[in-house]
Nanobody, 122 residues
Framework: QVQLVESGGGLVQPGGSLRLSCAAS????????MGWFRQAPGKQRELVAF???????NYADSVKGRFTISRDNAKNTVYLQMNSLKPEDTAVYYC????????????????WGQGTQVTVSS
């Protein structure tokens, strides 16, 4: 069983930065693939980025070059550094975890955080 708790969301002006954190409880965090999804009002949940247990990362085209996903296995935490934020990045951001990276990418994991709101507005 894995419990995930996100933090770090908030209101930021266009061009600003935020760092989201997702703290995981339970054992064996290091073997899990981790992902960040987001869901804007009226839109489907979409994959933003993921990181494998080995540290391989991948990003949605819309955030490449602006967002960075990382993990600290000693702290059981995954991060999403978001720079050059745009109004279209406004959404609730969720983290997810699974032993299989394919399950994370497909958004089919049983393990999700409660979400943290990111609002980009002047």
């Amino acid at each position: 069983q894995v419990q995930l708790v996100e933090s770090g969301g908030g209101l930021v002006q266009p061009g600003g930065s935020l760092r989201l954190s997702c703290a995981a409880s339970g054992s064996a965090f290091s073997i899990y693939a981790m992902g960040w999804f987001r869901q804007a009002p009226g839109k489907q949940r979409e994959l933003v980025a993921f990181i494998t247990s080995g540290g391989h990362t991948n990003y949605a085209d819309s955030v490449k070059g602006r967002f960075t996903i990382s993990r600290d296995n000693a702290k059981n935490t995954v991060y999403l550094q978001m720079n050059s934020l745009k109004p279209e990045d406004t959404a609730v951001y969720y983290c997810t975890a699974d032993g299989r990276v394919g399950t994370v990418v497909a958004g089919l994991s049983d393990y999700w955080g409660q979400g943290t709101q990111v609002t980009v507005s002047s």
